[in-house]
Every structure is written in structure tokens, then in C-alpha cells.
């Protein structure tokens, strides 16, 4: 094998790992994730992009204290980011397989 069919397939690899983070990344910008705090009263809708599309608060709760809803609003939209992360990273994970990339590394993309 020569130095030039190496080039080429070493292209044709990057081609294909960026052909399938850019899959991926549009995958998440369209998978919604769902949290809540307070037993339900907040409900917050997230993309795994980080993008809210929704907060929803019962009628009941806006009737408390300011910063409880506050807490709860914060306490649903970590738990929000978490999940997307959780799945951000094993779709990427999933983009990146195959490509002999070392541990690690896939992470940059």
C-alpha cells in the first residue's frame, strides 16, 4: 500500500466521521428531553442542544413564594441538562464508533 491510497482513505474516513457527527448533532437538535421538580408543580422541555421549548407551572404553585419557584424552575432545568448531556454524549459516542479513534479523543467531535 502506498503513502497515496493511505491519504486517500485517511480522507475518506474524516468525510465519513464528519458526515456522521453532523447526523448526529442535527439528531439531538430534534431529541427532546423532559424534567420536573416539585412532584410535578414545574415542568421544563429541553432539547439535547440546550434549547428550552417549554416550562410549564402548576396554577397551584404560583401561588408560593417567589424563590421556591425560582429553586423548583433551576432544580427541573439541571435535571434537564443532565439528561440531554447524558444523551448527547452517547449519540456522539455512537457518530464517532468505528473510526479507530483512541479512547478519549472522540469527545473532540
Avoid at 44 to 49: K, S
Avoid at 54 to 81: G, H, K, T, V
Amino acid at each position: 500500500m502506498n503513502i497515496n491510497m493511505l491519504m486517500q482513505q485517511a480522507q475518506r474516513m474524516q468525510k465519513d466521521m464528519e458526515s456522521n457527527v453532523k447526523k448526529a448533532k442535527e439528531k439531538l437538535a430534534q431529541t427532546e428531553v423532559q424534567a420536573e421538580a416539585g412532584g410535578g408543580l414545574v415542568k421544563v422541555t429541553m432539547t439535547c442542544r440546550n434549547v428550552v421549548k417549554r416550562i410549564e407551572i402548576s396554577p397551584d404553585l404560583l401561588q408560593d413564594d417567589p424563590e421556591m419557584i425560582e429553586d423548583l424552575i433551576a432544580a427541573a432545568m439541571n435535571d434537564a441538562a443532565r439528561q440531554a448531556e447524558a444523551i448527547s454524549e452517547a449519540t456522539m459516542k455512537e457518530a464517532n464508533s468505528g473510526m479507530g479513534l483512541p479512547p478519549g479523543l472522540s469527545g473532540l467531535f
